[in-house]
C-alpha cells in the first residue's frame, strides 16, 4: 500500500527511565522510580531523548509527529522544534498502563514509526501492544537495554529513525528480539518480537551469553586475579557473569546485577550506588576496576552498570580499569568494537581509545573503544 504523505512518528519517553541506574536499582518499574528520586537519582530521560530528537527534527523539520502529553513526548518534540499532535495521559507520574494507551492511540493514529525513550522494561510494554504491526526504535535511556531494538547511542537512534521516515523503501525491516530480564541477567523475564529498522553500525545487536568454550579460560584468569588482589586495595567489581566469577574465588557472595567492592579479600559494600563509590574512592586509595563486556553488543559502560560513572572512573584512573571477556565472546562481535554510553554529557567521554581485554591468564587482546 502506497504512503500517503509523509510518514508520520510515534514519539512515546518514559521520563522515569533510567533513573535507578546510578543509584543501584536496576530499572523503575512500579514504584522503583520513588525508592531511586529517594536515593538521589534525577530524571535523566528528557535529556537523552531530546539528544535523539533534535537530531530527527533537524533531518526532517516538517515531520507529522503523535505524541504523549507532557513529559511523555510532548515536551521533547516542542524542545526540538517539532509541532506535535498529543495523546492525553491519565497519571502523573506516568505508569506503564500509559505507555501501553499511548502505543495502542498511535495504532489507531496509523503512525509509520515509534521512536521510543526507555528501557528493556519499556519496550516490553510497547512491543505487547504494537507486535510488528508497527516498526519501532528505542532511545537508549533506561537502566537494562539488552533488547535488539535500540539504537546504540541516542544520536544513532535518530538518525536510524530519520533514514526510514524519510526514505523507507531504502531502509529494511528486521524481526528483533525484545529481552527483560529483570534483576537477573542470566534470566530472561519476558520475550517479544519487534519490527525494527535496520541500518548497519546504528542498530545495537542482542544481547549473547557466555560462549561454553571460554568459561574454562575465564575462571582460571578470575582464579589467578582473586589470588593476587594486593592489601588494603580497592577491588570494584562490574555486573554480570564474568566478574561474578572473582567473588566466587573468594568465597563472597555479590550482587550479579550490582556492583559490589572488595578489600582485603572482604566484602566492603554491595549493590553500591555512584554516589556511594566516589566516597569509597578517596584521595590516595589505590584501586581498580573490574569490566565485564556484554556478549553481542560490547557494551563496557552505559547498560547496567550506570553506578561507575565518568567520575568514578577518572578517580580510578583509565589504566586502572581491568576489562574481561571471554576469546570467542570478543571474536564474535560484529563489529569488532567495545561500546561505552555512559549517559552523562561530557567533553572527554571516558575510556575511548584501545584498551586491552583480558581474555585468560598470560593471555589478552587490544580492541578499540568507540562512543
Do not use: W
Request: charged share 20%; proline share 7%; net charge negative.
Amino acid at each position: 500500500m502506497e504512503q500517503a504523505g509523509p510518514i508520520r512518528l510515534g514519539l512515546i519517553v518514559n521520563p522515569i527511565a533510567g533513573m535507578g541506574g546510578s543509584v543501584g536499582l536496576h530499572g523503575t518499574d512500579g514504584d522503583t522510580y520513588r525508592q531511586a528520586a529517594a536515593l538521589g537519582a534525577v530524571p535523566i530521560a528528557h535529556r537523552r531523548a531530546g539528544r535523539a530528537v533534535r537530531l530527527l527534527a533537524d533531518a526532517l523539520p516538517d515531520l507529522p509527529v503523535l505524541v504523549g502529553a507532557d513529559e511523555m513526548g510532548e515536551n521533547t518534540a516542542r524542545k526540538a522544534g517539532l509541532l506535535p499532535e498529543v495523546v492525553p495521559v491519565r497519571s502523573d507520574p506516568t505508569t506503564s498502563a500509559d505507555t501501553r494507551e499511548v502505543a495502542a492511540r498511535m495504532v489507531e493514529g496509523s503512525v509509520g514509526l515509534i521512536a521510543f525513550a526507555g528501557g528493556d522494561g519499556t519496550a516490553r510494554d510497547i512491543v505487547g501492544v504494537v507486535g510488528t504491526e508497527v516498526p519501532v526504535v528505542g532511545i537508549p535511556t533506561g537502566v537494562k537495554m539488552h533488547s535488539a531494538v535500540f539504537g546504540n547511542t541516542p544520536e544513532a537512534a535518530g538518525a536510524m529513525a530519520a533514514r526510514y521516515l524519510a526514505t523507507p523503501d531504502k531502509v529494511p525491516l528486521t524481526r528483533r528480539e525484545v529481552l527483560d530480564a529483570g534483576d537477573d541477567p542470566g534470566h530472561v523475564a519476558g520475550f517479544s518480537v519487534a519490527s525494527v529498522p535496520f541500518v548497519r553500525d546504528l542498530l545495537q545487536p542482542g544481547k549473547a551469553t557466555t560462549a561454553l568454550g571460554d568459561d574454562a579460560s575465564l575462571d582460571r584468569l578470575c582464579s589467578k586475579l582473586a589470588v593476587a588482589m594486593a592489601p588494603d586495595h580497592l577491588y570494584v567489581l562490574g555486573p554480570g557473569t564474568t566478574v561474578a566469577r572473582i567473588l566466587d574465588h573468594l568465597d563472597l557472595e555479590g550482587t550479579l546485577a550490582g556492583v559490589d567492592v572488595v578489600r582485603n579479600r572482604r566484602m566492603v559494600a554491595t549493590n553500591v550506588t555512584a554516589a556511594e563509590l566516589v566516597a569509597l574512592l578517596a584521595p590516595g586509595v589505590p584501586a581498580t576496576i573490574y569490566l565485564g563486556v556484554i556478549g553481542g553488543q560490547g557494551f563496557l559502560l552505559g547498560r547496567g552498570n550506570q553506578q561507575i560513572s565518568p567520575e568514578v572512573i577518572s578517580r580510578v584512573g583509565e589504566e586502572n580499569v581491568i576489562i574481561l571477556a571471554g576469546e570467542e565472546k570478543v571474536r564474535l562481535l560484529d563489529p569488532p568494537v567495545l561500546r561505552v554510553d555512559t549517559g552523562v554529557e561530557s567533553s572527554r567521554p571516558v575510556m575511548l581509545g584501545y584498551r586491552r581485554v583480558h581474555t585468560s591468564p598470560g593471555r589478552s587482546t587490544v580492541m578499540k573503544v568507540v562512543s
